[in-house]
């Protein structure tokens, strides 16, 4: 048995791993000449982490990343809609990990190259079609750079785990347009500053209208500092117009990014200060696709970004590619043939994916901030009488449920 696997990202390179795991050869094929760190930060999720943990990853993941400690939502003015524990702290068998995006996806490509070899990721391959019949799939691909034909490949399955911009989801939806803009643009960055809070904590404040996060993913390096990732989301223009793909992931200006920061007020923060010492940040439009009727065709499926792409809310979008890259590794191995396994796949991921789509369309867990700001526009002197405790219990703790990373949930296995 054999996979080829198109998109060396999070999502790509954990199924390789999964599938290397249970006796099933992979080769990963990605576009760019090589997988480096890049991006900033991001959550993972201890539903996620504890399959990353099966694989052996967590000393490595330990060495690069900050275990989140606790999360707290607070409205624009800096006050506190809601706190909760996370992962260890919270009772999870496994931690929840604050990491640099970049970094998360170099821990599992060095383990691909270990365990695989260095053969089993194939960068500067873009590829150009396939084929399937009866007996497989045959990809053909192009020199990324040269744009001349590279070399085919054949393979029990392949899976499109190639992002936002799918080339394999296009090639069964070409009518699907560009992806959906909400009109929030993100400024991302990341620079060594002087711990807040614990050291170990995030924060999000504002809603959907507005948001700022702030959060550590690494040591900084000097004492009591840490690499803290920043992100300003504000709404900003028509969802009927979305910025062209090359405005994507551009460099952000300073005199654009402030005066939305400046709504905001986080105690023993200095937002600001932060933003200008942090050089070059990056500014992205916040985007995701309409949920698909299928993502299998025969021996042919998707997964991750190109399956589901999702606003980030929640910290879902990396954590639920990799649950995607378990689910189907597992079905591999049970089922009688491989069409069966990725039928299977499907029927029990895109349901459950569609759905948080959706919530994170409402505002995910983060909607708490939402319902308490539109009753105390102007702050607060006690969240209890503008929202009681029960019912902002109720909003986070059904968004937990359905993503798969509840108390009860994560105690299962």
């Known amino acids: 048995m054999k996979a080829i696997i198109i998109g060396g990202g999070i999502g790509g390179l954990s199924l390789a791993l999964m599938l290397h795991a249970r006796g099933i050869a992979a080769t990963v094929y990605e576009q760019a000449s090589e997988i480096r760190e890049v991006g900033v930060g991001i959550n993972t999720l201890p539903h996620a982490i504890r399959e990353l943990a099966e694989l052996g990853l967590l000393p490595a993941l330990d060495a690069v990343a900050i275990r989140t400690r606790e999360l707290i939502y607070m409205n624009r003015f800096g006050q506190t809609v809601w706190r909760e ?29 270990e365990r ?3 053969d089993a990721i ?8 396939f084929l399937q019949d009866e007996g497989g799939v045959t990809a ?14 054949r393979a029990d399955i392949l ?3 190639d992002g936002i911009h799918s080339t394999v989801r296009a090639h069964y939806f070409p009518n699907q347009g560009g992806p959906r803009w909400n009109g929030v643009q993100m400024w991302r960055g990341a620079c060594d500053w002087p711990a807040f809070l614990d050291g170990e904590s995030m924060i999000i404040a504002g809603g959907m209208a507005g948001k700022l996060v702030l959060y550590p993913i690494a040591e900084g390096k000097k004492p009591g500092t840490r690499l803290t990732n920043w992100v300003v989301n504000v709404r900003t223009g028509d969802p009927l117009k979305p910025p062209p793909k090359e405005a994507w992931s551009k460099a952000g200006r300073l005199e654009d990014v402030l005066p939305f920061a400046r709504r905001f007020t986080v105690p023993g923060v200095d937002i600001l200060a932060l933003i200008k010492a942090s050089g070059t ?6 985007c995701d696709r309409d949920p698909l009727p299928r993502w299998t065709h025969g021996r042919v499926t998707l997964l991750g970004d190109a399956a589901h792409p999702m606003y980030p809310v929640g910290s879902n979008g990396a954590s639920q590619a990799i649950l995607d890259a378990r689910c189907l590794a597992d079905l591999m191995v049970k089922a009688e043939h491989p069409r069966h396994a990725l039928a299977a796949y499907e029927a029990q991921r895109l349901p459950a994916t569609a759905e948080i789509v959706a919530m994170n369309r409402a505002g995910g867990p983060e909607r708490v901030i939402d319902a308490v ?3 105390a526009p102007n702050g607060f002197d006690d969240v209890e009488r503008v929202l009681p405790y029960g019912k902002r219990e109720q909003i986070v703790n059904a968004y937990a449920g359905k993503a798969g990373f509840s108390a009860a949930q994560l105690a299962k296995r």
């Open 85 to 113: 524990l996370r992962g260890l702290h919270a009772g999870a068998p496994v931690p929840q990990f604050s990491i640099h995006r970049g970094r998360l996806q170099g821990v599992i490509r060095d383990a691909v190259i």
């Open 116 to 118: 695989l070899g260095p």
């Open 122 to 129: 194939c960068t500067g391959r873009r590829l150009q079609g």
């Open 140 to 153: 053909h691909f192009a020199d990324a750079k040269l744009g001349e034909a590279g070399e085919t490949a």
């Open 159 to 161: 899976i499109g785990a």
């Open 281 to 286: 940040f990056w500014e992205y439009p916040m």
């Open 373 to 375: 700001e539109a009753l």
